[in-house]
């Protein structure tokens, strides 16, 4: 007798959904038998990462894509539309649209500035306010917001970055404790170093003791299949054998 995934038929939003965590995190998610619709601001990036969600022949969920930046309210507000008329609801919202911008606090741009706390915490609050009243409709959902363990630990260089995932672990505990009564469960996913090319970074030699983003994807997913009795409600996740 063949199992039914938890997440069956469920219709899920994942942004900066075209590389890195984003895009492993859809392509388990279909697995897993979810519709997905991922989103990005590159066109090109978007295609991309769409063909290779549509040519897997193992998930049989619908899949779209919105090109759309999460930090204009608008065009969150319009994401979620999308979700809705595409996939039929909105059951599942991953915000893990990201950038990293990293120099010195004094050297630090006020663009750097901006865009950073933009992207990372603004962008986060505009998708979570155009989901809720979905979410609420349909008579519950799962908020995931991938911070990063930097908002814990920061580091010197790291001030904008750290600061917005600092901002952005309190938004979702705040989020959470306010609808957690309407089966809304919020979580937060705070991995530490994961081998992607990040902020624009090339990959370093002897990278492989990083997390990769399949790693961050799993535990997205495990989490998600939590029974509705249950909200892990912050996890963090780190290398198990980190370069010494």
Same mark, same amino acid.
């Given at each position: 007798?063949?199992?039914?995934?938890? #997440?069956? &038929? $469920?219709?899920?939003? @994942?942004?900066?959904?075209?590389r890195?965590?984003g #895009?492993?995190?859809?392509? !388990? +998610?279909?697995?897993?038998? *979810?519709?997905?619709?991922?989103?990005?601001?590159?066109?090109?990036a978007?295609?991309?990462?769409?063909?290779?969600?549509?040519?897997? &022949?193992?998930?049989?969920?619908?899949?779209a894509? !919105?090109?759309?930046?999460?930090?204009?309210?608008?065009?969150?507000?319009? +994401? @979620?539309?999308?979700a809705?008329?595409?996939l039929?609801? $909105?059951?599942? +919202?991953?915000?893990?649209?990201?950038?990293?911008?990293?120099?010195?606090?004094?050297?630090?741009?006020?663009k750097?500035?901006?865009?950073?706390?933009?992207?990372?915490?603004? &962008?986060?609050?505009?998708?979570?306010?155009?989901?809720?009243? @979905?979410?609420?409709?349909?008579?519950?959902? =799962?908020?995931?917001?991938?911070?990063? #363990? !930097?908002?814990?630990?920061?580091?010197?260089?790291?001030?904008a970055?750290?600061?917005?995932? *600092?901002?952005?672990?309190? $938004?979702? /505990?705040?989020?959470?404790?306010?609808?957690?009564? /309407?089966?809304? %469960?919020v979580?937060?996913?705070?991995?530490?170093?994961?081998?992607?090319?990040?902020?624009?970074?090339?990959?370093? /030699?002897?990278?492989s =003791?990083? #997390?990769?983003?399949?790693?961050?994807?799993?535990?997205?997913?495990?989490? $998600?299949?939590?029974?509705?009795?249950?909200?892990?409600?912050?996890?963090?996740? %780190?290398?198990?054998?980190? %370069?010494?």
């Open positions: 007798m063949t199992s039914v995934s938890a #997440l069956e &038929g $469920l219709k899920a939003i @994942v942004t900066g959904g075209s890195g965590i #895009l492993a995190t859809a392509v !388990a +998610l279909r697995s897993a038998g *979810a519709h997905v619709l991922i989103c990005g601001r590159s066109a090109d978007l295609a991309d990462a769409l063909g290779l969600l549509r040519a897997d &022949g193992r998930a049989t969920g619908l899949v894509s !919105a090109r759309i930046d999460v930090g204009e309210p608008d065009q969150a507000g319009q +994401l @979620v539309d999308a809705v008329a595409q039929g609801g $909105l059951d599942i +919202l991953i915000n893990n649209a990201g950038i990293g911008r990293f120099a010195p606090l004094a050297a630090l741009s006020d750097d500035w901006t865009e950073t706390l933009h992207t990372n915490l603004s &962008g986060v609050f505009y998708c979570c306010r155009a989901a809720i009243p @979905v979410m609420r409709a349909g008579g519950q959902g =799962w908020i995931v917001n991938v911070s990063s #363990l !930097a908002g814990q630990h920061p580091f010197a260089g790291g001030a970055y750290c600061a917005s995932k *600092a901002a952005l672990n309190a $938004l979702t /505990e705040s989020l959470m404790q306010e609808v957690r009564q /309407e089966r809304i %469960r979580s937060c996913v705070l991995p530490g170093s994961v081998d992607t090319r990040f902020g624009g970074r090339v990959r370093p /030699e002897g990278a =003791w990083k #997390l990769s983003a399949d790693d961050v994807a799993r535990a997205i997913v495990d989490l $998600l299949q939590h029974p509705p009795r249950s909200l892990p409600s912050r996890i963090e996740l %780190r290398p198990s054998m980190p %370069r010494t």
